[in-house]
Nanobody, 126 residues
Framework: EVQLQASGGGLVQAGGSLRLSCAASGFTFGDYEIGWFRQAPGKEREGVSCIRSSDGSTYYADSVKGRFTISSDNAKNTMYLQMNSLKPEDTAVYYC???????????????????WGKGTLVTVSS
């Protein structure tokens, strides 16, 4: 059974940093694409970043490019999202996810079974 558990959210001032972690079980990282989504109040969930299963390349949404870094420790089946220079507009519930297949270029569509973890709330104060 695929399970994902995100942690590391919290309250931080604008300009600060947080590192989110996602502990995964029930699958091998290399066989799935793994990534982060977020949903801000009143907005649709959006893809933030992912690691492509095809070649290990990374994708970042334009809104976080240069500030966020995704990484994984395959030995620990854990994925991370280092978030620097946080802005109030980064406030959202962050979800880690995995797809047995792939996401579209901007992570809008999942080509395969998508699995979700419970979210972790990130609040950035101005």
């Amino acid at each position: 059974e695929v399970q994902l558990q995100a942690s590391g959210g919290g309250l931080v001032q604008a300009g600060g940093s947080l590192r989110l972690s996602c502990a995964a079980s029930g699958f091998t990282f290399g066989d799935y694409e793994i990534g982060w989504f977020r949903q801000a109040p009143g907005k649709e969930r959006e893809g933030v970043s992912c690691i492509r299963s095809s070649d290990g390349s990374t994708y970042y949404a334009d809104s976080v490019k240069g500030r966020f870094t995704i990484s994984s420790d395959n030995a620990k089946n854990t994925m991370y999202l280092q978030m620097n220079s946080l802005k109030p507009e980064d406030t959202a519930v962050y979800y880690c996810a995995a797809v047995r297949g792939s996401w579209s270029g901007d992570m809008t569509w999942a080509y395969g079974t998508n699995y979700w973890g419970k979210g972790t709330l990130v609040t950035v104060s101005s």
